[in-house]
């Protein structure tokens, strides 16, 4: 007998039917105002990503044929030595504000992982009562009876989410994930702990991709993935001094190369695009008024309206780039 209702109803299922997430049943339904703000964060999520690009996953002996040497206007970190995967993260509270960005680093910190959005969750859990006031006998200060926790945050990630940090958004209650490109090594491990987490008190994030409000990035980073995985064996990610050839179709290795770095360059593009109009007087919106919405439906008082919201993203693009050091406490 399965005592689980959740693993019952889908015991005698196809696999298919659990690893689809039904869409009645996202409590957001997606209106153009809501699909303008998601295209902002993910635009600038790649555009950080791009800034920060680094092909070199091997160091930097060797040729890279997927990679050929950087233009002008490419990531300044193209052709340093390798300090981490392409993948990065942040998350936006229900008010609209980025609260912190991160990125994979397993390779700096020789570990398989350190995935971005199991560090961005640590990190903000770590800096969330950093303003609060020794003064607990304050009114204005109580003494919390649970730890804070992600509820009405939704979480932009560059590629699909694995099963450790499917897992850790689910303790940190993260409301909702957006991520801007599949990967098939994961086997949709989000949309099936989703559903088998569906209306308990350690719910999985309902997951999002990014082709479900019309972000065009989506399918050509999948496309594109796919080009790369047929074609890598007749020419290698990499080639060693020594001639050994990297054919692998690894994900992260498609993340170093220029195919990738080329998609991120056309949101960045986009971005500054969007940064230039509001500079000049004009409004690159079509919901400049829009405000959030709650899982009711309400709107959230004190919410950015998409205007606001466009304002918030490049001010954090900006923070990121000249502070943000690839969010990490190594002085790179």
């Known amino acids: 007998m399965i005592k689980n209702p959740q693993l019952a109803e889908y015991w005698n299922k196809p696999v298919s039917a659990l690893a689809t997430i039904d869409p009645a049943e996202d409590d957001k339904p997606l209106s153009e105002a809501l699909c303008e703000r998601h295209r902002i964060y993910s635009l600038t999520l790649m555009a950080i990503t791009h800034h920060y690009w680094n092909g070199l996953k091997r160091g930097r002996d060797g040729d890279y044929p997927w990679n050929p040497d950087p233009g002008s206007?490419?990531?300044?970190?193209?052709?340093?030595?390798?300090?981490?995967?392409?993948?990065?993260?942040?998350?936006?509270?229900?008010?609209?504000?980025?609260?912190?960005f991160a990125f994979n680093h397993n390779k700096l910190m020789n570990s398989s992982a350190e995935h971005a959005e199991a560090r961005l969750v640590r990190r903000i859990f770590g800096l969330n009562q950093?303003?609060?006031?020794?003064?607990?006998?304050?009114?204005?200060?109580?003494?919390?009876?649970?730890?804070?926790?992600?509820?009405?945050?939704?979480?932009?990630?560059?590629?699909?989410?694995c099963s450790q940090c499917s897992g850790i958004m689910a303790l940190a209650r993260v409301r909702e994930v957006v991520y801007l490109q599949t990967d098939p090594g994961m086997y949709m491990i989000g949309n099936m702990l989703r559903n088998l987490t569906r209306g308990t008190d350690l719910e999985s994030p309902y997951p999002r991709p990014a082709s479900s409000f019309g972000l065009e990035h989506f399918g050509q980073l999948d496309t594109a993935f796919e080009t790369f995985t047929t074609e890598v064996a007749a020419n290698p990610f990499h080639i060693a001094p020594n001639g050994k050839k990297d054919k692998s179709p690894s994900l992260t290795s498609f993340l170093c190369t220029a195919l990738a770095r080329d998609i991120y360059a056309q949101a960045s593009v986009e971005l500054d695009a969007m940064e230039s109009a509001l500079a000049s007087g004009g409004m690159p919106l079509k919901h400049p008024g829009a405000h959030p919405v709650d899982r009711k439906g309400e709107v959230v008082?004190?919410?950015?309206?998409?205007?606001?919201?466009?304002?918030?993203?490049?001010?954090?693009?900006?923070?990121?780039?000249?502070?943000?050091?690839?969010?990490?406490?190594?002085?790179l």
């Open 301 to 331: 008082p004190g919410g950015l309206t998409n205007e606001e919201t466009l304002k918030e993203a490049l001010s954090f693009r900006r923070y990121a780039i000249e502070k943000g050091r690839r969010s990490t406490p190594h002085k």
């Open 73 to 100: 206007a490419d990531g300044k970190y193209l052709r340093n030595d390798y300090i981490g995967h392409n993948i990065a993260a942040f998350a936006v509270d229900k008010l609209g504000f980025v609260m912190d």
């Open 130 to 161: 950093i303003h609060d006031s020794w003064n607990v006998t304050s009114e204005a200060n109580p003494v919390l009876s649970d730890y804070n926790t992600f509820e009405e945050v939704t979480l932009y990630t560059t590629l699909e989410s």
